[in-house]
């Protein structure tokens, strides 16, 4: 949801911005700006549409330039337009912003009656002014002064007329990381706009504020007194957040699931067992909860629906998974003695903070799964359970998903043998399925091409199905979305048993219906529901493990995972729809990795 970036030093800074913007570009792409100085001024330069227009545009020009600010953008307030693109200049104040200042109308009358006239629809405009207005020769007190006013989230990166080659940074509800090299200092939106520099990071926790003066990083607490940077060591390599030959991020992240799914489930077994002691989590935990509350946004969602079959199942302890943007402002009823899972690759997605908020205020514990080291729902969480899918670039998550999946597998393993359900020897079993599922991911990824034979048959496609039972209904919801959010192709996701009250009458030889048929107790219904779409006309693909059997005239294709049918299916079944919703969209010529309208972190209502 916008991605900053700011620096000053010793190198042209043009080209710190645009590499910076480069890596933060999957935060949003609708307008790209740079302000930046010169000769004791700002010159700030923005560009509606994705970045390379604005590094088109910049040229060779300004290379004597050694200190600025920029930004990409995901429009909330006003149109992707040039005039509504950051940098936002109002007064001495110029700056960039990512997230949302709720009281801006509030503010922007206040402001309008104190003189200040306004160009945009942005809430960013009016927090310039507002800084602006708070200005009295410091810029310290100034930002401290209008932070005070403001309502929302924010990060922002700030230039102040009169202070040449000084950035200034604070942070609420926004992430912002900061950084120093023999060249000079660096702030941003994550970590992968500086990693190609340094490995040695800092968060800045909320009220805190940075000062980049002259290549000088100092850190300020809220009453302004300049403290001890408390660094930090990232754990991603910047090849890591490159392509490395694919084409795309997405077709290299699907790829990276096996090595993923290795990483973050080995170091949690021990003599077979799980066990999150890694992870701070303590031995017991689940003993004593009597239900627990998943609560996530969008694929995440969907691994906790996963979660929710998986854990009642193994554990037999009750699961609530719900919308976390639903979940906030719902006042719900919580029962003493539960405990809550967030799930969030980002770590940022403002619903999901929210959630974790409510639930901590309400005094559930809250465990997040998340893969964003340091994040704000890593930080404020009571235990942190990392996933170690390293740096996710396409706005499709892929890998992510699986290992958050693979946690769910921990955690109902882990809380079946503390609530007594299963026994060691159980336990240990179901281990080994987990992982022999884990060995099977290479077989999926070499069955690309008869994936995407199917996939290119979908390129005139207007609107589809996914159609599943249990596990099966919550990897359909996760296929279905992975294929429209990147191939634009209408695609719902339906109980299969569902179908036939009203939806069936959508059904015609034109609307394609993937099946997913990987559950055996549920396969001859399943079965079924595929014959019901087939007597309709539609066309249904079926994908089953190699180990079940359905009659030839239940669907007109099938494709086979590899492997048992029953609860690991899913780490396998879930490449197939990644991969489908993969070849369709580069079938119809679409942007694989930076799908209209949307970005990766979600840091906004
Ligand atoms: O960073 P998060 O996991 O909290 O993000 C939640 C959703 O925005 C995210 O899962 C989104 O649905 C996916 N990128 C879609 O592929």
Redo the contacts with the bound molecule.
Sequence with gaps: MCGIVGYSGLKPVRQVLTDGLASLEYRGYDSAGVALWENDAVTVIRQQGRLSKLVERLGLMHEQSRCGIGHTRWATHGQPSEVNAHPHRQGRVTLVHNGIIENYLQLREELEKKGYHFQTQTDTEIAAALIDSCYTGSPLEAIRKACAGMEGAYAFAILFDGHPNCVYGVRLGSPLVAAVDETGAYLASDLAAILPYTDRYLLPEEGELLALENGRLTCYDSDLQPMEPVWKQAHWSVEQAQKEGYRYFMEKEIHEQPQALRRTISPRIEDGLPTFGVDGLPAGFFQKIRRLYIT??????YCGMVGKALIEKIARLPVEVEVASEFRYRDPILEPDSAAVI???????AD?LAALRLLKARGIPVIAIV?VVGSS?AREADYCLYTYAGPEIA????K??SVQVAMMYLIAILAAGERQVVDQEQQRRLIEGLEEAVELTPKVLAMKEEIRSYARGLRDTESMFYIGRGLDYSLALEGS??LK?ISYIHAEAYAAGELKHGTLALVTPHTPVVALATQPELLSKTVSNMREVMARGGPVLALVTEDLEIDAGACDQRITIPGKGGIFAPLLVVIVLQMIGFYAAEERGCDVDKPRN?A???TVE
Excluded: D, H, R, W
């Excluded at 996530?296 to 969602?301: D, I, V, Y």
């Excluded at 799930?343 to 997605?349: A, F, H």
């Excluded at 706005?395 to 892929?398: D, G, M």
């Design positions: 996530a946004c969008g694929t995440a969602l799930i969030s690759q980002s770590g940022e997605t999901s893969n729902i706005v499709a998550t892929t992510a998903y979305l992975k959010e949307l990766k972190s979600v």
